[in-house]
């Protein structure tokens, strides 16, 4: 069994029966239960997680969403972990439930934030994932630092982690649903968490942080005595059990799920509540820079940007997400300030590895990273799954002129320029040529600089949290959104 993705419906139209064939990733079995609760009784007061301050109209509209939320019999994934959740208490009844997700939610919210889980005991998940920052960081470092000394780093940018209940696990050969696109076309690789599509559930992706040497470096002994030791510990066992401590493995299995329950509070992580939202409900004017720069994100001549970083509803009426979380090699430029890239024979190679390790041999997959959201890209302060760049405007512009103007990005070694230096040379072949990176050197770039300027302030619009304008708004969004690429 599983739901199809949730909240996809947060602004708009709530679209009443949807048949999506794949599986969602976060919003797995608990979104199942949220929503089958929430539609029994959507009077409650929602979970308690409001880390965010974004809770007002979106989050009700999202909640709508989720109480719209239906099951479908098709393949894949797994409600497992819930029904195990539901089950262990055999016979509890919807309010039993309901109650059980609003523990693991309160709970997964106090964990998040707290630092004593670390070996250090200096670092929190929200120390990379600030609430402020879209749960990105709160700092310009390319990369965080972690470890034991808290002088480690590894060698990505941290994510921002809203939106990503509609990532499909990874699968190779990916086809939407009908519902959302055209079903017979291969897509490639898509979906799973993490820049490299690694793993497909929050709680194992969160395993990840808390055990890496260079993260949180701690261990499910450590991570015990942390939570047993928390002011947190007694709702701690009221939700899991008097006797949850006695064993590590299921207080750890336990933490993880109420980080993975947390991330799927609606109203904190994906609110669709952005001026964008408000312009495609017909509650808000975009500005004449703003509008331009939609048109260019979609024109498939100029940004052909939205063909990756999706604009537009899906057929259905679900709100578009901003990517069709395609594994895709764009030759970022290696960021020569990374530690790891002192070692002139390292390359991250994404879902070919190092972090990686399951398509190791998979020529392929080399230099292929999963396609991010751009919702609230505008309170991210660095870029690219290395966190190479630090502004919007070198972003965009490295887009425009990656081919046309390389020395712009790339170095140069006795005169010549380096294009794609963190790729070895044999796996060119895996890097996208489509628009905006069709173009040779000496020919004009997709993008001028007032166009750059433009696609920019687009991006702005993308940000959580736009309060409606009262009164009436004198246009029709969906007749004033420009031709969209689809791809
Ligand atoms: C030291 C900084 C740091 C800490 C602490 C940290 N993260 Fe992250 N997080 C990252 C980085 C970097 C990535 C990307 C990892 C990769 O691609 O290999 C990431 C990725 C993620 C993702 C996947 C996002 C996506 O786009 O697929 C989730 C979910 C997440 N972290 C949750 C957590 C949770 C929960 C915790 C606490 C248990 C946590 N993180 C602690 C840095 C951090
Ligand atoms: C062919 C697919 C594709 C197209 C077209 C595309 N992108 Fe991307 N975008 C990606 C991928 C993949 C990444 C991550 C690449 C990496 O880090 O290696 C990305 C990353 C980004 C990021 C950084 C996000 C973050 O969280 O670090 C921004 C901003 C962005 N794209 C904006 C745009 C804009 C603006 C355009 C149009 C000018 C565009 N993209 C066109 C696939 C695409």
Known sequence: ????????????????????????????????????????????????????????????????????????????????????????????????????????????????????????????????????????????????????????????????????????AFAEHYHESDDEGDESVDAGPTGGLTWDGRVDRGSDQARIPLLSSFEMGSTPARVTAAVKAAPYADAFRAAFGEHIFDSEDATFKAVLQSLETFEQTPEVFYPYTSKYDAFLAGKAQLTQAELHGLQLFNDEQKGNCASCHISQRTKDGAPPQFSDFGLIAIGVPRNR?????????????????????????????????????????????????????????????????????????YPAVKGKVQKFDDLPQRYWANLNTEAPFDRKPGEKPALDEAEIKDVVAFLQTLTDGYKVPAGPVNMSAEAAIPAVAVR
């Open 1 to 168: 069994m599983l739901v199809e993705r949730a909240a996809q419906s947060g602004v708009g139209p709530a679209q009443s029966s949807m048949n999506i064939k794949r599986g969602a990733v976060l919003a797995l079995a608990v979104t199942v239960l949220t929503g089958a609760l929430a539609a029994c009784d959507a009077s409650k007061p929602e979970v308690s997680a409001n880390a965010d301050a974004d809770a007002d109209a979106g989050a009700s509209a999202a909640r709508a969403a989720n109480a719209g939320a239906e099951r479908s019999d098709a393949r894949g994934a797994a409600s497992a972990v819930a029904i195990k959740l539901v089950a262990q208490d055999a016979g509890q009844s919807r309010a039993q439930v309901y109650e059980s997700v609003r523990q693991m939610t309160a709970l997964g919210k106090q964990l998040f934030f707290d630092p004593s889980l670390s070996g250090s005991g200096r670092l929190a998940c929200a120390s990379c994932h600030s609430p402020d920052h879209a749960f990105s960081p709160s700092n310009a470092l390319s990369v965080q630092l972690g470890g034991a000394d808290m002088h480690r780093t590894g060698m990505r940018a941290a994510p921002t982690l809203k939106y990503l209940q509609s990532v499909p």
């Open 337 to 409: 300030a990374l530690t790891v890239n002192r070692d002139p024979r390292f390359y991250d190679l994404g879902a070919c590895g190092p972090e990686r390790t399951d398509l190791g041999k998979r020529d392929e997959f080399c230099g292929i990273f999963r396609t991010p959201t751009l919702r609230n890209i505008a309170l991210k302060k660095s870029f690219f799954h290395n966190g190479i760049y630090h502004s919007l405007d070198q972003v965009v512009r490295f887009y425009a002129e990656r081919d046309t103007n390389p020395e712009k990005f």
